[in-house]
Structures are given as structure tokens and as C-alpha cells.
């Protein structure tokens, strides 16, 4: 039978590559990046990045995360430190031990009580750029204003 050979432990041979659509990266607490990031899957940052992130799913900044730059995410939840040009297309969730400074473009917001949150913030979905490059522009535009 094709396929239906098992080994000495009584488990098929056959071999099932580990799913890469739901994969998670992950930058420790005590890793440190400088430059740009593209993540095609979610990704949480314990450690610090300095420098913009984009990324086409989810951005997680864990408790000791810190993150200066500009992102670029689908969604995104904040329980450590932040600082520069965030733009979320659907939900930013902004937990009790975030520390938030910049520009904030988001579809939706949620922010505990006990956050630092000083940003300027456009919620909805006529305030979110159409892409990348607008973010970018909006943002330069806002720093000569």
C-alpha cells in the first residue's frame, strides 16, 4: 500500500512539512535590531528594533518590547514601549503597561487604563493611508508642519 508503510514506533513514514502560513517570529528580550523588517506572519517583539517594521499580519510588543521606528501591520497589541508612526488597518490594542509616543493611523482602538499613551491619533477607515508609501508621505508632511 503507497504510503502506508510504518516504522518501528508503529508511525506512518510519511512526512508533514510544519505549516508556514501561522508561523510566529520572534525577536527576544535581549536582542537588539537596527533596520528595516518585513514580516509576511505575525510577529512579537520582546527585544528592541530600532528602525520600521512592516508587516501583513500581526505586531505584538511584548512587556520588555521596544520598538522606534515607524510600522506598518494588520493589527497590533502594546504592552511595552513605542515610539514613532504606527499605522494599524484594523484593531491596535493598547494594554495597561504600554508606553506610546508619535503618530498613531488605526481602524479601531482599544486602550487600558494605566497606559502612557501621548500620540496623535485618526481612527477609522477614512484616516488609514491607502498604502505604505501615502503612511510615509502623511508622516513627512506632519514632521514639516
Known amino acids: 500500500m503507497l504510503g502506508g508503510k510504518k516504522d518501528n514506533n508503529g508511525r506512518s513514514g510519511t512526512i508533514i512539512p510544519a505549516s508556514t502560513s501561522h ?15 518585513n514580516a509576511g ?7 528592541t528594533i530600532k528602525g520600521n517594521l512592516t508587516c501583513k499580519s500581526k505586531v505584538i510588543v511584548g512587556p520588555t ?4 521606528g515607524d510600522v506598518h501591520c ?7 514601549k513605542f515610539k514613532g508612526n504606527l499605522t494599524v488597518r484594523e484593531l491596535l490594542h493598547v494594554k495597561e503597561s504600554a508606553s ?16 502612557v499613551f501621548n500620540v496623535s ?6 484616516s488609514l493611508p491607502k498604502s505604505n508609501s501615502q503612511a510615509r508621505e502623511i508622516v513627512k508632511e506632519s514632521a514639516t508642519a
Open 74 to 80: 494588520q493589527n497590533a497589541v502594546v504592552e511595552g
Open 41 to 47: 506572519n505575525d510577529i512579537r517583539i520582546d527585544g
Open 65 to 68: 518590547g521596544v520598538i522606534e
Open 121 to 126: 491619533c485618526q481612527m477609522g477607515a477614512d
Open 100 to 115: 506610546m509616543e508619535g503618530k498613531i493611523y488605526t481602524g479601531k482602538i482599544i486602550v487600558q487604563s494605566g497606559a
Open 23 to 37: 508561523g510566529l517570529n520572534s525577536i527576544v528580550q535581549g536582542t537588539a535590531l537596527t533596520g528595516d523588517i
